[in-house]
């Protein structure tokens, strides 16, 4: 909950002032916004000698497109209302990247750390079953992903018992994304949200007259950043942060604590440390300075929150100093605190744009798995022979010589990597250029988040007045 009204309400609220910009009639706003199916799940698992009953959850925010995506958290704070709001902001996130699909959000109300692996398959694999009977999984119904708690192994359980009960079907190993590589995943994706959130840095900051307004220079290398949540967007976030755009990482929260360095601080050697320590407390160099959220008051240039929701309260916005905020994490600041942030002029990168690297990947596996095939695989080595062929031709009528090394490099076809982070990388700059345009086109709206919304609603409103539903 955001002070008084809910997760779920402060994205409606959001929904409703970009719709003022719209001539999306008033309905149709309704109907975008309203959640089309929320499935409550009560299970009983047994843990030890006992049994444990399990409070689960599947929304499916919109069917506007399917099928609907959205990831599968494990956490205490699940409840329905976040799993709405969750469900929503996929929904929007989606349309804004061109991501053909619906929002749709699971979550289980456990802390994963308070049970062993063997008790969170038997957790996963009761819950896909449950899924599963009410219709709610499969490559073109609803396909889930991971989000905070849950990774590329729950992903494999889901997989598995998915294909148990629908053995033989043939696009099966699409009814889930976020997969482990070796088990029909796809290369780049567990980097995909922290990779998106750094393109979409890059790209925000590339603009010398927007950064200007900011007192910021033009351009992403040698900024600040402070990083909250060393899980798999933030820490992927940072890394990705510091060895390709010349990010300086000055600050990091986990749950033990927060580290400061005006020097900078070596992420991968810091990760190397609490994988050895358990702790990031005591990372060389660096200075203990605080609990959590100790280092979301940090004077940085970007503030990533990684974490969870709700981190930037009422409570400590004044006490923001950032001149960039990445909402990588889903909701981090809370809607009373948006205004307090606005204010003081921090430009806010909205989570269902900044954030959305990791859907858009799990799109590409989705395609990829549809396809049963490898991207690359089927043109690669035909293109590289009529590319070198090319060469040949441009030698033999300049009289020049290309070495046969540099041939190679400019004939040879994209790795499924290559190609991944080629597509994230262009959806993420299109997607910001297309906030940007609605700036030029709104001049009364002020934020990015309003400009992103007004994005997406006008999407989704197409979609809805081209089925014919809505005049
Ligand atoms: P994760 O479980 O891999 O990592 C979360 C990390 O945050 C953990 O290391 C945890 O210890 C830490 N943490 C928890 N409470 C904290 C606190 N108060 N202060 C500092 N650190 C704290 O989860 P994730 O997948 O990285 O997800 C993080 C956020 O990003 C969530 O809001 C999630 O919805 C969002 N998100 C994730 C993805 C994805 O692909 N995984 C995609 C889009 C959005």
Partial sequence: MSGQISFFKSVENYVDKAAAFTDIPRGLVEQIKACNLVLQIRFPVRIGNDYQVIEAYRVQHSHHRLPTKGGIRYAESVDQDEVMALAALMTYKCALVDVPFGGAKGGIKINPGNYTVEQLQNITRRYTTELIKKNFIGPGIDVPA????????????????????????????????????????????????????????????SYADDMAKIGLSKGIAGKTMVVQGLGNVGSNTALISQQEGDVKIIGIAEREGSIFSANGIDVEKLMAFRKETG?????????????????????????????????????????????????????????????????????????????????????????????????????????????????????????????????????????????????????????????????????????????????????????????????
């Fill in 279 to 471: 702790s990031i407390i005591g990372f060389p160099g660096t200075e203990h300075i605080g609990g959590p959220s100790a280092a979301l008051e940090l004077e940085c240039d970007i503030l990533v929150p990684a974490a969870l929701e709700n981190q930037i309260t009422l409570e400590n916005a004044d006490r923001i100093k950032a001149k960039i905020i990445a909402e990588a994490a889903n909701g981090p600041i809370t809607a009373d605190a948006d205004p307090i942030l606005q204010k003081k002029g921090i430009v806010i990168l909205p989570d269902f744009y900044i954030n959305a690297g990791g859907v858009t990947v799990s799109y590409f596996e989705w395609l990829k798995n549809l396809s049963h095939h490898r991207f690359g695989r089927l043109e690669n080595r035909f293109q590289h022979e009529a590319f070198h062929g090319i060469l040949t031709k441009v030698e033999e009528m300049t009289g020049k010589t290309i070495s046969d090394r540099e041939k190679d490099f400019l004939t040879r076809g994209g790795t499924e990597v290559e190609l991944v982070n080629s597509g994230l990388q262009d959806t993420m700059v299109v997607a910001y250029q297309q906030i940007r345009e609605t700036f030029k086109q709104h001049p009364d709206i002020r934020d990015v988040r309003t400009a992103a919304f007004v994005c997406s609603l006008k999407k989704i409103a197409s979609d809805y007045v081209s089925m014919g539903i809505f005049p």
């Fill in 146 to 205: 991971p989000d905070y708690g849950t990774g590329p192994r729950e992903m494999a359980w889901i997989l598995d018992t998915y294909q148990a009960f629908r053995h033989g079907e043939i696009d099966s190993i699409g009814c889930v994304t976020g997969k482990p590589v070796t088990q029909n995943g796809i290369r780049g994706r567990a980097e995909a949200t922290g990779r998106g959130v750094f393109y979409g840095l890059r790209e925000c900051m």
